[in-house]
């Protein structure tokens, strides 16, 4: 596997990203995480100093699991900071490090010319990822996450998980992408991706998502 950085570990997707790939794999966390597969090393520190991490690792391939909700960062200002503020500074740091390929996941629908908030900034950092001048980048798109999550209790996503084996068989066509999507599927899809090589930006939604995970 490509030399394998990865920030937003502590997280659904990150999570399993960190049970799913092989040994070699390198993590940024602000706090440390406990029971760690053999050969994940990971870095604690506060996110500001993470750019000074990533020019030490000097990584190949960078992935981002990054992501809260307004509702859980407090306000739009504080949802913005990590979602486009941090995860931007990470990627540019990757990128003067030397890094050639970066992996994001962003949201179905992301746009930066959603009149969305959430949908918006998604779309603005994706936009920016494809200007910075990566050899390669892989943004993945997903609907609900669907799987354990750790943190507050999430009412409206939890009912949505409930309902959403109901909800998915009703998604045909172009709907499709529109479907749950396990995050252990996702993270599946993000460590086939870091192996891979290419160049371009690509778009990864359900079923492209599906099918890389394997």
Request: hydrophobic share 50%.
């Given at each position: 596997?490509?030399?394998l950085?990865l920030?937003?570990?502590?997280?659904?997707?990150?999570?399993?990203?960190?049970?799913?790939?092989?040994q070699?794999?390198?993590?940024?966390?602000?706090?440390?995480?406990?029971?760690?597969?053999?050969?994940?090393?990971?870095s604690?520190?506060?996110?500001q100093?993470?750019?000074?991490?990533?020019?030490?690792?000097?990584?190949?391939?960078v992935?981002?699991a990054?992501?809260?909700?307004?509702?859980?960062?407090?306000?739009?200002?504080?949802?913005?900071?990590?979602?486009?503020?941090?995860?931007?500074?990470?990627?540019?740091?990757?990128?003067?490090?030397?890094?050639?390929?970066?992996?994001?996941?962003?949201?179905?629908g992301?746009?930066?010319?959603?009149?969305?908030?959430?949908?918006?900034?998604?779309?603005?950092?994706?936009?920016?990822?494809?200007?910075?001048?990566?050899?390669?980048?892989?943004?993945?798109?997903?609907?609900?996450?669907?799987?354990?999550?750790?943190?507050?209790?999430?009412a409206?996503e939890?009912?949505?998980?409930?309902?959403?084996?109901?909800?998915?068989?009703?998604?045909?066509?172009?709907?499709?992408?529109?479907?749950?999507?396990?995050?252990?599927?996702v993270?599946?899809?993000i460590?086939?991706l870091?192996q891979?090589?290419?160049?371009?930006?690509h778009?990864?939604?359900?079923?492209?998502?599906?099918?890389?995970?394997?």
């Amino acid at each position: 596997m490509a030399d394998l950085l990865l920030v937003g570990a502590t997280g659904m997707v990150g999570e399993a990203v960190v049970r799913a790939a092989p040994q070699g794999l390198h993590i940024l966390v602000r706090r440390p995480a406990d029971d760690l597969p053999a050969g994940v090393r990971q870095s604690v520190t506060p996110t500001q100093q993470w750019p000074a991490e990533i020019a030490a690792a000097a990584p190949t391939v960078v992935a981002s699991a990054l992501g809260t909700t307004i509702r859980q960062a407090g306000s739009q200002g504080a949802f913005r900071a990590v979602d486009h503020d941090l995860l931007l500074a990470v990627a540019k740091a990757a990128r003067e490090a030397g890094a050639r390929h970066f992996i994001t996941v962003s949201s179905i629908g992301a746009s930066a010319r959603s009149a969305n908030f959430y949908l918006r900034t998604k779309g603005e950092v994706e936009e920016a990822l494809g200007a910075m001048g990566f050899e390669r980048v892989d943004i993945l798109r997903p609907g609900l996450l669907t799987g354990e999550r750790k943190g507050p209790f999430r009412a409206g996503e939890a009912i949505a998980m409930i309902a959403a084996p109901l909800t998915d068989a009703l998604m045909l066509g172009r709907m499709r992408r529109y479907r749950s999507i396990p995050a252990t599927t996702v993270a599946r899809a993000i460590v086939a991706l870091a192996q891979s090589g290419g160049v371009g930006t690509h778009i990864h939604e359900h079923d492209g998502i599906v099918r890389i995970a394997g």
